[in-house]
């Protein structure tokens, strides 16, 4: 008998010290916690519900009206009269001219004058009072987003909201706590998850070719030095000039998240950056506007990386200074396979990642090098996302960044007309934002950990990955 016990716990033993090689002991992860800081989580108010997979009555039209007409906002609308069942009813800036131009847009598409509003700041609050209007779509400067998306979803309308659609915690919460009040949707305007390789590689991973995805790159590596001098009272220079942290995540954490089922499964748990200095854009003031600026906030290179709760690792980075190509990064690693978007598209595969005779050419398949040209236009044939398949042809004849902004617009209408879950939930919105304050947090505290709240407050593992919805045929 004794014998027999013995033998049970030994086997148990194994079985734990095997376990405790790959997943975290408890006491590890408490030892991070005790060096995390800790943001304020206010609890979810009395009777209200989450969003998660939020959907709202079918419509057989979208009403829609757009603040802010500036570099940005005119393409939305001349790719909205490319969907159908949508109507235009209210356009909004704060110049005249602007309104007037996008006017423009809808005679040249043979489609009615919308509602004009200009000329004040809050000129866009009536648009939002109209009780015939269905989705606000906001492209005004970073610091007025939150306020104008909680006042239309107040108003009882939908939001879709520029990038990034919040800047602080407390406008975080915020926007999450009225689009749960409200039951509205919010949906940050991320177009980059619906580039064409970002597309095919969520396919590719969703139908496993890389195995287990355990690290993910993005990026935003821009130098703006040919777009400061044109933003709206220069509040993009202003924002640089005082914030320091990431200040433009959503591009590079976007197409991440979706990769690694981010409140669907899994959820990050902390994330640390470091910064260099900032040197060029002062010395770019300097040079162009004969302005000395000694306490610039915002680093030259700023590199977050981040954990998830199921063990996967992020790095994002974000330089709008340097001069260097354009840059998104975005790579997948996994068990099996490898992608990569920058500076070429390619795909690395281990031999057993795809089944033999599936694409032409596999024989000598290995994951040391990229797969050839040929291999890669089949593989990305092969595994084509059912949206571009759907959309692509129309979407770049269309455009807007090569076809992705049409690509968003339309998956937006799509869901709202079909009563479908939207594609992005205010849970991303908040996920992707954070980053914004809590990187800031993490570089004035010495590159300390900081704490990503679970968002949903206690649902981030309800859904088990991320899938967009369809119409059932
Ligand atoms: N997703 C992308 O690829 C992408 C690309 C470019 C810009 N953006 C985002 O789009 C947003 C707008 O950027 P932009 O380059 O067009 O800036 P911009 O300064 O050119 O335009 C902002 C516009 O908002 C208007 N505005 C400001 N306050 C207003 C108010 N109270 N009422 C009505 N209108 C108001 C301004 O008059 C201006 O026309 C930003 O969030 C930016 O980050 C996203």
């Avoid at 104008?148 to 009882?156: H, L, N, P, T, V």
């Avoid at 260097?324 to 068990?335: A, D, E, H, K």
């Avoid at 398949?365 to 044939?381: G, I, N, T």
Wanted: proline fraction near 5%.
């Amino acid at each position: 008998m004794k014998k027999t016990t013995n033998y049970v716990l030994f086997v148990l033993l194994i079985i734990l010290s095997a376990c405790s090689s790959v997943k975290k002991s408890e006491k590890e992860t408490n030892a991070e916690a005790k060096y995390l800081v800790k943001t304020d989580v206010p609890a979810r108010p009395a009777g209200q519900q989450h969003v998660l997979g939020l959907a709202t009555p079918k419509m057989d039209t979208v009403r829609v009206g757009f603040i802010g007409l500036g570099m940005r906002g005119p393409g939305a609308v001349e790719r909205f009269t490319h969907i159908p069942g949508i109507k235009i009813m209210g356009l909004c800036d704060l110049y005249p001219e602007r309104v007037d131009n996008a006017q423009k847009i809808l005679s040249n598409a043979g489609l009615p004058a919308a509602a004009a509003y200009s000329g004040d700041e809050n000129a866009w609050k009536q648009m939002c009072d109209r009780d015939d209007i269905d989705l606000i779509y906001i492209a005004t400067d970073w610091k007025r987003h939150a306020p104008m998306m909680i006042y239309a979803m107040e108003q009882g309308k939908h939001v879709a909201c520029e990038v990034p659609a919040a800047m602080t915690m407390e406008e975080i919460w915020d926007v999450i706590n009225t689009a749960e009040k409200t039951q509205k949707h919010c949906m940050m305007l991320e177009n980059c998850v619906y580039d064409f390789f970002e597309l095919t590689t969520l396919n590719m991973i969703q139908k496993g070719v890389f195995g287990e995805v355990l690290y993910a790159e993005g990026a935003y590596i821009h130098q703006l030095e040919e777009f400061w001098d044109y933003y709206e009272g220069d509040w993009r220079m202003e924002y640089n000039k005082t914030h320091r942290g990431d200040v433009y995540p959503t591009h590079g954490i976007g197409p991440a998240c979706q990769a690694l089922n981010i409140h669907r499964g899994d959820k990050m748990n902390y994330l640390v950056s470091v910064d260099s200095d900032p040197v060029s854009i002062p010395a770019f003031l300097k040079k162009d506007r004969n302005e000395d600026v000694t306490d610039f906030k915002n680093g030259q290179h700023t590199v977050t990386l981040i954990r998830t709760e199921n063990g996967k690792t992020i790095e994002i980075q974000h330089d709008v200074a340097s001069p260097r190509p354009y840059s998104r990064m975005y790579q997948i690693t996994g068990t099996k396979g490898f992608a990569n978007k920058y500076p070429m598209e390619g795909y690395a595969l281990q031999a057993d990642a795809i089944e033999k005779g599936s694409i032409p050419n596999l024989e000598n398949l290995s994951a040391h090098s990229f797969v050839s040209d040929e291999v890669r236009k089949a593989l990305m044939e092969k595994y084509k996302h059912p949206i571009q398949i759907e959309l692509e042809e129309q979407a770049k004849k269309v455009g807007g960044h090569g076809g992705m902004d049409f690509i968003m617009d339309y998956r937006l209408i799509y869901c709202l007309r079909n009563g479908l879950p939207l594609d992005m939930d205010v849970y991303d919105l908040a996920e992707w934002c954070c980053l914004v304050p809590l990187t800031a947090i993490s570089l004035e505290n010495g590159s300390a950990p900081v704490e990503i709240p679970d968002f949903t407050r206690g649902h981030w593992n309800d859904a088990k990955e991320f899938r967009h919805a369809f119409v059932e045929k």
